[in-house]
């Protein structure tokens, strides 16, 4: 029914007295009813004659970011995995053999107020004309592809939806509306020996700290870029490269996890203040997406993870231990001196709502492009995915947050 209500913007009749109108006015009031929740939906009578169905929503005083899980079978899951045709084997947990599907079901509640219900066709307006890129690792098309199959039940037409792979960029295009939603393969944001979107598992990973050109030109021209770099940073080993991957006189450094990271997002600011546009772009930094891998912190052996974990944690405030804090300090950071500098940048602090999901990741459940050992398959635990995330899932809300963003603050 989403698309009845929501998908409804004006209608116009002519004389309040008409039997026109009464029929207008009984057929909106069926369609409120039977959506079964009429909050936040605003019938307005204007005095030339149009009556106009908006939603009443403050953005204002509402954070996003402080809540729990709620079930919810009624409203959730927002899409079906095996309907989006933007799904990928990397997220398709049901395809790949997961019974337990409650995992679908958990809807995020704020304190204190509501997320407005995700409307792919507002959504599209607001994007009418524009471009937007997502940028980073496999977390961040893990986003990506959320957005996409959100997206995808509001386009009727499959030839007005189609997604181009070309090379590190993938492009998706909404024809209709001149929109294209594109996903940038570039997880230490800073050029590295791990460029490549498909051959990119590097052990030892190199980084050009201060390069960062043959990226960004990929992505200039947008009008609004979405931004997340985390777990590839969290290696013990990691080598900075002064010059040029061929020349041989060049300098290597080893440095601090931190250190290093903190370089790259000097790289990725300075880069940002001076070839932005201050006036046209629009900036999303998305905090870190937290593992699972650890059991010992949600009481567990310890050895544990997120295998056969089917349920949250709701334990308010929970906080796991493999979280770098020190990382997501400095990301923050980063994002305040971008904002005194005039650029029109938010942290989507994503990090908390998703540390109680230690039931959402694939674990065993997903497409392994390295075949499992007989070890492995011995003991599941060793190589469950507690990274990512299946869908449809926690990347979800994150997307239902960023549409808040969108349609009631930029």
Known sequence: MKGIVEGVQKVKVHGYH?????????VIMVVVYLCGDDSGILIRFGFNGETE?????????CDFFNGSWVYDNKSRPLYKERQCPFMTDDYSCEKYGRKDLKYQFWRWQPHGCDLPRFNGTALLEKLRNKRVVFVGDSVGKNHWVSLLCLIDTWIVEPSHKV???HGSLITFRASEYNVS????WEPLLVESNCDDPVNHRVRDRIMKIESIEKHANQWINAD?????SYSWWLEPNMTLLWGSFENPNKTIVESRRVTRYEMALKTWSDWLDTHL????TRIFFTSLSPDHKEGGDWGKTMGENCYNETEPIME??????GSDTDLMRTAQSAVQDLEKKGLNITLLNITQLSQYRKDGHP???????VTPTKLELANPVLYADCLHWCLPGVPDVWNEILYAYIRYKI
């Open 277 to 280: 546009d201050r006036k046209k």
């Open 181 to 184: 939603i594109d996903f940038y």
């Open 18 to 26: 008409s039997v026109g109108f009464m029929l207008v006015m009984g």
């Open 53 to 61: 169905m908006v939603e009443d929503y403050s953005f204002e005083g």
């Open 363 to 369: 674990s065993i459940n997903k497409r392994h492009w």
């Open 224 to 228: 609004m870029l979405i931004f997340d």
């Open 163 to 165: 997604a181009e792979w």
């Open 316 to 321: 308010e405030g929970y906080w796991g231990k």
